[in-house]
């Protein structure tokens, strides 16, 4: 109980909730077909995500929780009451909405949601059929395949953090299916962004860029930074990388190293900070419910700064709402069942 206060109030001191914020902003921007230099910057936002995970599963995992039995169990009600009562939220209002609307020609069948509902499957979406709209397809929450990749990575962390050898293999043979991925022998959507075995280097990329600094080996991120850009320009060069997202998964993790390293200097108290954090992850989960309510109602233009700022805005009140009504009453049940015991 002590240790989680500690925990709380050590994230205030940083700009991580900030930075959480602007992600998933720019996450909502590239669902409204926001490209930069033809590029999606969602995509880049996603992997920065996947480090940023990384980080926090590290910090729980070494700084958090205490050695015990009950260390493992303890890590995963954590992180479940993290994810799924705010998603849980904004997939009901979406089922009420669709219910509602017959927006997308929806489809119901009790597999389809419980799919959505238990998250998992969802970035296996090209062989398991978790689509409850029809026109066009889509889950639930349509951004939630990522939170099913992170959910895999939350069972898979705690191991390959506990055992050197085995976070040296998985780390070894993540990065080989990731580059044979970018250099398309195999499909780069799929394994250099979408499924586990092509990312998961990049939750412990993320992870350990606090603990290299602790360790004083700061030069370390400053190689990975310089390697990983070197080889988005050596493969860009000779074009290489001509497919699905496979310059923007590199420019993720080239634009998190230093994003969250700098983020790990950062020690001042802002303000707010921890309301951004809260408001980013709702935010990500709401935005294309709200995209979908504006179709439907046709109340303003799909196009234009009016639009994108109305989606913001619609998505931060729906989100804050939720915050409000559940995840606050969460923390605190969080606290109160000491998941973080001695």
């Not at 303890?74 to 849980?88: Q, T, V």
């Not at 092509?198 to 600094?213: A, D, H, M």
């Not at 935010?283 to 799909?302: G, K």
Request: include cysteine.
């Amino acid at each position: 109980m002590i240790l989680y206060e500690q925990h709380k109030k050590e994230k205030l001191k940083e700009m991580i909730g900030y930075v959480r914020l602007l992600l998933a902003t720019t996450v909502l921007l590239s669902h409204l077909d926001v490209r930069i230099a033809g590029l999606n910057p969602g995509v880049c936002a996603v992997v920065i995500f996947y480090m940023l995970a990384g980080g926090v599963v590290m910090h729980i995992w070494h700084d958090i929780l205490p050695e015990g039995k009950g260390k493992l169990m303890a890590f995963y009600k954590d992180r479940c009451l993290r994810i799924f009562p705010l998603y849980i939220y904004v997939a009901s209002l979406t089922l009420v909405f669709l219910l509602a609307t017959s927006y997308g020609n929806p489809g119901y069948s009790v597999l389809t949601l419980c799919y959505n509902a238990i998250i998992i499957p969802l970035n296996y979406y090209m062989l398991i059929d978790s689509t409850i709209m029809t026109d066009p397809a889509w889950n639930l929450v349509p951004p939630a395949w990522s939170l099913g990749t992170e959910l895999q990575a939350y069972i898979l962390l705690p191991f390959a953090l506990q055992y050197k050898r085995l976070r040296m293999a998985l780390v070894i043979l993540s990065v080989i299916i990731y580059m044979t991925a970018n250099l398309a022998y195999i499909n780069t959507d799929y394994f250099g962004y979408r499924l586990l075995p092509g990312v998961f280097f990049i939750f412990l990329l993320g992870g350990s860029l606090k603990s290299w600094e602790k360790k004083n080996i700061k030069w370390l991120p400053v190689l990975m930074f310089i390697i990983i850009v070197m080889l988005y320009l050596v493969v860009t060069y000779q074009q290489q990388v001509l497919q699905n997202y496979a310059r923007e998964t590199m420019l993720g993790i080239a634009i998190g190293i230093p994003l969250l390293s700098i983020s790990h200097h950062i020690k001042k108290r802002l303000p707010y900070n921890r309301m951004a954090g809260a408001l980013s992850y709702g935010i990500f989960l709401t935005h294309f419910l709200m995209i979908w309510i504006v179709e439907y109602t046709q109340v303003i233009n799909p196009e234009g700064l009016l639009y994108y700022c109305t989606i913001i805005l619609a998505a931060a009140i729906t989100s804050w709402l939720g915050i409000a009504a559940i995840e606050h009453k969460i923390d605190r049940i969080r606290m109160k069942k000491d998941i973080i015991k001695k």
